[in-house]
């Protein structure tokens, strides 16, 4: 018998995750300072903006009285893997719908066998049958839900990247956490606290948390976003604290040419800052995200007197193929 969910968290997080100075001479030489949060250590299974997004909805799911969490995204999604970890620690079953029917009878790739290895039963869906049940939450649809609870029961579902209004109260939590030394000054004017944007829900919980005087810029992963992303974020904000907020935007000129795309200048990019700091990082997110700071410092839009926190959302991905 599957044994009760857990009210209380059976994952064992590092909170607050770490901010570590970068020792960048081009940056200092430009009146820039640079940190990194690094939330991709808060834990290897559920790591990064992941952790603080599916806490909030992992909770109410267990509240609600929910056995089942079902789910959204594609073949190397983070959040698929995310779902399928903390399911299995909370005791819950969880569904994982994938986009792409082609993958069904291929081999699985390292992270849909991760998933499985922890009990996430997947479904592959046609990539306009994937759109059009995402369109139908989205507008909530009371027939889409329904068709969903039809074939897989009832679940507590989770949209694609697992962005709502909770996961977005989650990811604010993040700020209360910056400064983490006692002698470091608190967040105020000259502070830019800066993500990579898929969904939305970290900008939008980063925007909302900040303190006056501090901003928020997000760094788009996906081509042809201008204006949705904008628009995904703003209604976050209406339905999560009933007000607008002035202190974010959205840079869309670092995705590199999509979700997934890592173009050569990209990768040559992320080498050179792993080769000179020490750090390695995950491509389809954090390296646009720092790669994008960077540009901004070029050309001028980040001031010197800035001190900007990247927070690096996620880890990557693992060197070779290893077993779940």
Excluded at 61 to 81: K, P, Q, W
């Amino acid at each position: 018998m599957r044994r009760p969910p857990d009210t209380t968290s059976p994952i064992r997080p590092r909170l607050p995750s770490p901010v570590r100075d970068v020792a960048d001479p081009w940056l200092a030489d430009r009146g820039v300072e640079l940190r990194l949060k690094r939330d991709d250590l808060i834990h290897p299974l559920v790591p990064g903006n992941k952790w603080r997004k599916l806490t909030p909805n992992l909770r109410a799911a267990v509240e609600r009285g929910h056995t089942r969490l079902l789910t959204f995204g594609g073949a190397y999604s983070n959040h698929i893997r995310a779902v399928a970890a903390a399911g299995a620690a909370y005791g819950l079953s969880t569904v994982g719908v994938i986009r792409g029917d082609e993958l069904a009878d291929a081999p699985r790739n390292w992270s849909l066998a991760r998933a499985e290895a922890h009990g996430m039963e997947l479904a592959f869906v046609t990539r306009s049958a994937y759109r059009e049940t995402l369109r139908g939450l989205g507008e909530d649809d009371p027939g889409t839900l329904r068709a969903l609870q039809e074939r897989w029961g009832r679940a507590y579902v989770l949209p694609e990247g697992g962005t709502n209004v909770l996961a977005a109260r989650g990811a604010a939590e993040l700020v209360a956490e910056l400064p983490d030394l006692p002698d470091m000054p608190a967040l105020g004017p000259g502070d830019v606290v800066c993500c990579a944007v898929g969904t939305g829900g970290t900008l939008a919980g980063i925007a909302a948390a900040l303190p006056a005087g501090a901003r928020a810029v997000g760094f788009a992963v996906l081509k042809g976003a201008e204006g949705y992303l904008e628009r995904e974020v703003a209604a976050l904000h209406e339905q999560g604290w009933g007000r607008a907020f002035a202190n974010w935007r959205i840079e869309h000129g670092y995705h590199g040419g999509g979700y997934g795309r890592v173009p050569a200048e990209l990768e040559a990019f992320a080498a050179e800052f792993e080769a000179r700091h020490g750090v390695r990082l995950e491509r389809r997110y954090v390296a646009k995200l720092l790669w994008g700071v960077y540009g901004l410092v070029e050309r001028g839009e980040l001031a010197p007197g800035s001190r900007v926190t990247a927070v690096v959302t996620g880890p990557p991905d693992p060197a070779g193929p290893p077993g779940p």
